[in-house]
């Protein structure tokens, strides 16, 4: 199949002439199995109803108005995207170099890079984990950009932000081309109707294939069930670090201006409802130290003033009333206040410290809630407990259940893809998220916040349906060099994976294999599949859906290395010890009985004495015996819980991680 058949571009929807039957033309239709349109026609989207501005809106010809006193129009001044694609495509970077061009920085000012990632944990881990706002003003018309995570964990940050644009940016590497996110991302975008920008990035990559990736873009609508106006997606190749962009791969632009048409000319204009009653779906909240708790969301109807009184509902007719203390619009990287903002537009809202992600912020009278948000279910669950060690209250500020329930229920008013249930005893709660990085992610900010915990190991949710026990299953793709791939074959089949697919990736000598492997095998996967490919292979999941139990599997063939009693450690001691296996800790540390110190080489537990001192005599030798030790391994949290079996625990403070016995079960045995 030729390129230029499958890169056939949209033009705006409505002012699109019809394309003369040439044989060019009629060639190209034959190739995308449909006959060009002259107009483009969208499913209708229940939550496009807003109020109109007196300028810059324009009347829709022939919609039939939702009521007898309104009628639809568009406005042309406000585009709203969303970024999406796999982690690593470039999202972040892109933005960076879009931000820079609409000269949204000073000429002198120093910026970093990676400017949305401004969490902490985004810059350490170099991903993306909540979404966020910025806007830039492109030849007059604003751009609201909606930065967001790439990894399968946080989907529940993309799902809710869809709710505030009308397309989206799909970002997809030039070499790896469509990966298990973007899947996701795309499937959620097509659900909701929305146009979808393809931008093959990183082309200047030495191995970059962008007929590839374009092929296999389109072939992932196809699977999708997108509509044909949907596959006859804009597809822009670009640089995002380069900061250049272009139709074509061989002939980029000095610049992004090619992406920005593009968004101005495929991406539609918000729809409003001329004249109707307030309406604004809260699809993110943040908090301020001085303003308390900002709503954000995209006004959908009427329009909103600082200071006005306000109908805070849910569909359920649960409804309150607030008033608007303050009001923000998005203006290039920060919030300018306003006095009022109309239809169409993402702003933020501030004088209401209880509103929740999902409520809808209505007109006082008139006023009707919005569908709320709905996200994915969670797939794992994890039971966080009050900390029970013998070095309690050592390192951490809050440790009591009380502390760590209200901080566990505070973090479900902003994530909404995570559920929090009381355990089986007062200080026992059971987390449950999309992933082991999803709950990893909230351990690790709140053991920097002050609080000290313990944690259990990873388990999944399992349904039973028609008497029958159904375990969630995940899609797994692993590159790796061909010279590992037996290895790594071999572990996934261990693990209960079937495999899907296996063909050759973009760098040379690398495959690419695609399995279906339940949820529980991929617990403590990574880093057996690093091991077994000595650093090499890039491992990617998202979830698929439930399917029948698939059986034991064992995750873990070695013990671990018990400490026999408290105290503190002796190089003298852990000479010894270190022939039974590999240690964690190094002379000098504090330990405690029931403490994990090291894996054991072979399977089953061993206790030992790592505290042990070296007896004194009144022998005198002419040379002290030399002490060398193995450098200990140094296992981050994310690492401990895939460490821990059933009878295991993390104990997680500001200042150590730590593994250990579960003494309840210990108890039991």
Not at 255 to 272: H, K, M, N, S, V
Not at 434 to 444: A, D, K, P, S
Not at 495 to 517: H, N, Q, V
Request: proline share 5%.
């Amino acid at each position: 199949m030729q390129m230029q058949t499958l890169t056939l571009r949209a033009a705006p929807s409505a002012r699109r002439p019809e394309p003369p039957a040439s044989s060019a033309n009629l060639s190209a239709a034959r190739c995308l199995l449909r006959v060009p349109r002259p107009l483009r026609r969208r499913r209708p989207r229940s939550l496009r109803a807003s109020a109109s501005l007196d300028q810059e809106v324009k009347e829709v010809a022939g919609s039939p108005a939702p009521s007898g006193k309104s009628s639809q129009a568009t406005r042309r001044d406000v585009r709203n995207i969303a970024i999406v694609a796999h982690v690593d495509h470039g999202k972040t970077t892109l933005v960076d170099s879009m931000l820079r061009q609409a000269k949204v920085f000073r000429d002198n000012q120093v910026v970093q890079e990676r400017i949305m990632d401004s969490n902490d944990l985004e810059r350490e881990r170099g991903i993306t984990i909540l979404s966020k706002n910025t806007s830039i003003t492109y030849k007059g018309t604003k751009i609201n950009i909606i930065d967001t995570p790439g990894h399968s964990d946080f989907g529940g940050e993309v799902e809710r932000v869809l709710n505030m644009v009308e397309g989206v940016l799909l970002v997809v590497d030039s070499v790896e081309g469509p990966m298990p996110q973007t899947r996701f991302v795309l499937k959620k975008a097509l659900e909701f109707g929305h146009a979808v920008v393809v931008v093959v990035n990183k082309i200047d990559r030495p191995s970059a294939r962008p007929e590839f990736v374009v092929n296999s873009t389109f072939e992932l609508f196809i699977e999708l069930n997108a509509t044909d106006e949907q596959c006859d997606f804009q597809t822009v190749y670009a640089s995002g670090i380069k900061g250049k962009a272009g139709l074509s791969p061989d002939n980029l632009a000095d610049d992004l201006g090619p992406l920005f048409e593009a968004i101005l000319r495929c991406i539609p204009e918000p729809r409003i409802e001329k004249d109707g009653a307030l309406q604004l779906l809260v699809s993110n909240t943040e908090y301020d130290d001085h303003k308390g708790r900002i709503a954000i969301g995209r006004l959908h109807a009427g329009e909103l003033q600082r200071g006005m009184e306000v109908k805070v509902c849910t569909p359920d007719d649960a409804c309150r009333i607030g008033k608007i203390s303050e009001l923000f619009v998005y203006q290039n990287f920060s919030r300018v206040p306003v006095e009022s903002v109309s239809a169409g537009d993402i702003c933020a809202v501030c004088g209401m410290n209880d509103i929740m992600i999902g409520e809808t912020i209505a007109d006082k009278v008139f006023g009707t809630p919005l569908p709320t948000i709905k996200v994915e279910e969670p797939t794992v669950r994890m039971s966080f407990s009050i900390n029970t060690s013998p070095f309690v209250g050592r390192e951490g500020k809050y440790v009591t259940s009380r502390n760590l329930r209200d901080r566990l229920y505070r973090e479900l008013e902003r994530n909404l893809a995570m559920k929090v249930e009381d355990g089986e005893t007062a200080d026992t709660f059971l987390v449950s998220g999309r992933g082991t990085l999803h709950l990893t992610i909230l351990i690790e900010n709140m053991r920097r916040e002050g609080y000290e915990f313990m944690i259990g190991p990873p388990k999944v949710i399992n349904k039973t349906v028609g008497g029958k026990l159904l375990e969630p299953y995940e899609i797994a793709a692993v590159e790796v060099p061909e010279e590992y791939m037996g290895s790594v074959v071999e572990l996934l089949g261990k693990r209960r994976g079937i495999m899907a697919d296996m063909e050759a990736s973009g760098p040379e000598g690398t495959t690419l294999l695609k399995y279906k492997i339940p949820t529980r095998g991929l617990i403590g996967l990574r880093n057996a599949i690093l091991t077994a490919s000595r650093g090499r292979a890039i491992l990617n999941t998202i979830f698929d859906s439930y399917g029948p139990w698939a059986g034991d599997i064992s995750s873990r063939d070695q013990g671990s290395l018990v400490a026999f009693e408290d105290g503190s450690t002796t190089s003298y001691a852990l000479l010894n010890a270190q022939e039974r296996g590999l240690m964690f800790v190094s002379p000098g540390q504090d330990v405690y009985k029931g403490q994990i110190v090291g894996i054991h080489q072979r399977p089953g537990d061993l206790a030992l004495n790592v505290c042990k001192k070296k007896a004194a005599t009144n022998v005198r030798s002419n040379k002290e015996t030399t002490v060398v030790l193995d450098e200990p391994l140094s296992y981050s949290l994310d690492d401990c819980i895939e460490y821990i079996q059933e009878d295991e625990i993390v104990e997680v403070t500001p200042a150590s991680i730590r593994m250990c016995k579960n003494p309840k079960i210990s108890k039991k045995k």
